[in-house]
């Protein structure tokens, strides 16, 4: 990921609605929810989240998939490790070891 590319994801973050959206899309997984569900779980006006929601996808980090009369949008978890790999490419110079909180913090749950 290029610096622009993750300003340009930061700034589509920096925003309560947007951030609660793109966490909400996180748990969720590969199968995303409909814009009316989204709107309903965090109690968003349907127009505002349009708005978000659009925000969000031109930063590159939902996709959305238009089934029938509904778009389903989901949080593009390819993006988000391109992310990840940004912040932390040049961790501790290199000494991996003196990153262990950092990837603790971002291990998923699961078998070791």
């Known amino acids: 990921m290029q610096q622009d590319s993750a300003i340009e994801v930061f700034a589509a973050l920096a925003q309560p609605t947007r951030l609660a959206v793109f966490r909400l899309l996180v748990t969720t997984g590969p199968a995303g929810l409909p814009a009316t569900e989204i709107a309903r779980r965090l109690e968003v006006v349907a127009s505002t989240l349009s708005g978000h929601l659009a925000i969000l996808r031109r930063s590159g980090i939902l996709t959305a998939t238009r089934h029938q009369r509904e778009i389903r ?27 262990q909180d950092l990837l603790k913090a971002v291990r998923l749950e699961g078998p070791a």
């Not at 940004?86 to 003196?98: K, N, P, Q, T």
């Open 73 to 99: 949008y989901a949080a593009d978890l390819g993006a988000v490790n391109d992310l990840i790999g940004f912040l932390v490419s040049d961790c501790c110079g290199g000494r991996i070891d003196a990153c």
